[in-house]
């Protein structure tokens, strides 16, 4: 049954569903990444999909999300296609941005997602923007801000932070803790607690477990209500940790170099939030071991389409760089 | 046509604006207050919820004005000095000069920042520049620099109403000269030069600030008989090519005014383009007259040494005319 602190059973499926779309998604692209079908780098999301997914089940198609440049699991779990991500991330015209932006810059507007970014800390300046619209407009609306733990130290955190209560703009910030700055463990370069900087504004703040995604939907519940209430900003901070790399293929260019232990990398699979998640599904009797295993093998399915869609569409094309520079205007 | 103030003019514009569509919101530090006199009584007319104050804080702003923009507002964004456009910069070359692209062209930006730019009141560095290049070379963004009351209200209308990021760089201290402003609501486009002066010696693009002096120095040059062809361009981007190489091929010489520093500047790409497009109809080399390669001093004297002025076009532009035409 669903209230406020639980998700339904069939919320609890849908969870799931939306965290394994993203983990053979992005497993699908560290493989083909490895097999050097992709033209770009790809930063990949394994290990955080609780975040996005428990998270964005609280929101609605008309409101908005800015990401991160690790956005595949925004994009997927705010209600973006497969389809069109996978043929973007491979360069295709049929790509969601028609292959003009590639793995870090995914978008869809009619989906309210304003787009990962490439800029760390790019996203909190658009999506107090996005929310100071919601509120001029009354239209109900909220934006969420994704982003890491490293992008908690650029300035523009604590511009937003300020004007987003100044104004009481429904705005959640969501703070993925995901323990590295690129290749930099982040205690290293990080005074302080992250969510202490939002206390200071009074905002409300919530620490939870990233990779427990009843908590993390617990806590965006609640974050939603109060901002679309007109309390004004929220923050979260979900404490995950990120399983790949900083992008795939680094240690082409890390030349042996380390940033972490292996066994605090094996320490985090194990508590990897879709295990759990169906732990939790089968102890509960939510599902059975064979229903789950028929979801995962429906979402493979689907990722295989979205890659045959990707490998058959047309390159794309190259002089849409010209006419999409400007809106109606030569570049 | 009536005679205004360029402040007035900028004031009009957006009031005006603001009228004819809701969704119009203004935004800057000490807007509210309007310290340049351009964002008067909007507050009054239009209240908080379309015109307000903002923290200090231009990485933020540049950022929320993108995202406004993309949520389908149209904002206005007031830098105030166009130095500030530095410290907002990431969000204005990273996010509003390429989410549209990056996206496929699902973002549409009609965002207009307004900046005053130009020294020559010992404001010192950082109060003082002229950003125009460091813009032009982003890709994506429109540059407006108008000249005239005029242009001022033409273009900033246009800006507003249009669907791209247009920044309209204020002369600083020229808020106070006058010119004749059509009636009613009218638009100046964008990429259509002015032709300030006709004449058939030399031709003298003058950007923005440069104008005044160059139209003085046009007098001069005149009563020494001298008959220079006084090309405004009124916006960089997108760049009226057209009318200055036909110009040029006219009368054969060119200088280029421009208050930015020389080194990639305006000046310096216009006088490319000459070079290559005027090439066999030049009978001198191009010319540009710039501020050199150096930070805005505050002394006025210092000041005056590294601005351009009247005396440097009309002593440049004689000597070209007395150039023998290049084999």
Redesign the interface.
């Known amino acids: 049954m669903a209230d406020q602190q639980n998700p339904s059973n069939e919320q609890l499926l849908s969870l799931f569903e939306g965290m394994t779309l993203i983990r053979l998604m992005e497993e699908r692209l560290r493989a083909d990444a490895a097999a050097g079908k992709l033209p770009g780098a790809v930063h990949l999301y394994i290990g955080q999909e609780a975040v996005a997914v428990g998270v964005c089940a609280n929101l609605r198609d008309t409101d908005?999300i800015?990401s991160t440049h690790r956005g595949h699991g925004h994009f997927l779990a705010k209600g973006g296609d497969p389809k069109a991500m996978m043929a973007e991330i491979w360069g295709k015209r049929t790509?969601?941005?028609?292959?003009?932006?590639g793995s870090m810059?995914v978008?869809?507007?009619s989906k309210g997602i304003?787009?990962a970014?490439?800029?760390v800390g790019?996203g909190?300046?658009?999506?107090?923007?996005?929310?100071?619209?919601?509120k001029?407009?009354g239209n109900g609306r909220v934006?969420v801000a994704f982003f890491g733990d490293g992008a908690a130290n650029q300035?523009?955190f604590m511009?937003?932070l300020?004007?987003s209560t100044?104004w009481q703009l429904p705005l959640v910030f969501v703070c993925e803790y995901n323990h590295f700055c690129e290749f930099t463990p982040t205690a290293t370069v990080t005074s302080g607690e992250i969510a202490d900087r939002a206390k200071a504004f009074k905002i409300p703040c919530e620490i939870v477990d990233g990779n427990d995604v009843v908590a993390v939907w617990r806590s965006a519940a609640k974050a939603v209500e109060w901002a679309r209430g007109g309390k004004g900003p929220f923050f979260i901070e979900a404490r995950t940790y990120r399983i790949q790399g900083h992008l795939e293929s680094e240690d082409l260019f890390l030349a042996g170099g380390r940033y972490r232990e292996t066994q605090e990398v094996e320490e985090w699979r194990g508590r990897d939030p879709i295990a759990r998640l169906r732990d939790l599904l089968l102890s509960k009797g939510v599902s059975t071991a064979d229903q789950l295993d028929g979801i995962s093998a429906k979402i493979a399915g689907q990722v295989d389409d979205a890659v045959r869609f990707a490998e058959a569409s047309d390159p794309a094309n190259p002089e849409?760089?010209f006419?999409?520079?400007?809106?109606?205007?030569?570049? | 046509m009536a005679r205004k103030r360029y402040i007035q003019a900028i004031n009009e514009a957006l009031l005006e604006e603001m009228e004819r569509d809701p969704k119009v919101i203004v935004f800057g530090e000490d807007v509210e207050l309007a310290i340049f006199g351009d964002t008067r009584g909007l507050l009054e007319r239009f209240g908080r919820d379309r015109i307000r104050n903002t923290p200090i804080c231009e990485a933020t702003l540049a950022g929320m004005a993108v995202g406004a923009a993309a949520t389908g507002y149209r904002v206005v964004l007031h830098m105030m000095f166009s130095n500030f456009i530095y410290t907002g910069f990431d969000a204005i070359a990273n996010q509003m000069a390429k989410l549209r692209l990056m996206t496929g062209g699902q973002i549409e930006l009609p965002i207009t920042v307004i900046a005053g730019y130009g020294g020559g009141r010992s404001t010192a560095a950082q109060h003082s520049d002229t950003p125009h290049p460091l813009l032009m070379n982003l890709g994506g963004i429109n540059v407006l620099v108008p000249a005239t009351p005029a242009d001022a209200k033409g273009l900033l209308k246009q800006a507003i109403r249009g669907h791209n990021p247009s920044f309209f760089l204020e002369a600083s201290g020229r808020g106070g000269d006058s010119g004749e402003i059509p009636d009613g609501d009218f638009i100046v486009p964008f990429g259509k030069a002015a032709i300030a002066r006709r004449g058939a010696d030399i031709t003298i693009v003058a950007i923005g600030s440069m104008l005044k002096p160059v139209l003085a120095a046009s007098e001069k040059l005149q009563s020494a008989g001298i008959d220079a062809e006084v090309i405004d361009p009124r916006t960089l981007v997108p760049l009226d090519d057209e009318s200055i190489i036909r110009s040029v091929r006219k009368t054969g010489r060119a200088i280029i005014v421009d208050e930015a520093r020389d080194r990639c500047s305006a000046a310096s790409h216009l006088a490319a383009i000459i070079a290559d497009k005027a090439f066999s109809g030049l009978k001198a080399p191009v010319k540009r007259i710039t501020v050199p390669d150096v930070s805005m001093p505050y002394a006025p004297n210092a000041e005056s040494r590294v601005l351009p002025n009247e005396d440097q076009i009309v002593q440049i532009a004689t000597a070209l005319v007395r150039t023998k035409q290049l084999v």
């Open positions: 908005w800015t790509g969601i941005c028609k292959g003009m932006g810059h978008a869809d507007l304003l787009g970014n490439g800029i790019g909190f300046a658009i999506a107090t923007g996005a929310a100071l619209t919601a001029l407009s934006a300035g523009v511009e937003c300020n004007v100044l849409l760089t006419d999409v520079m400007f809106s109606g205007q030569k570049p």
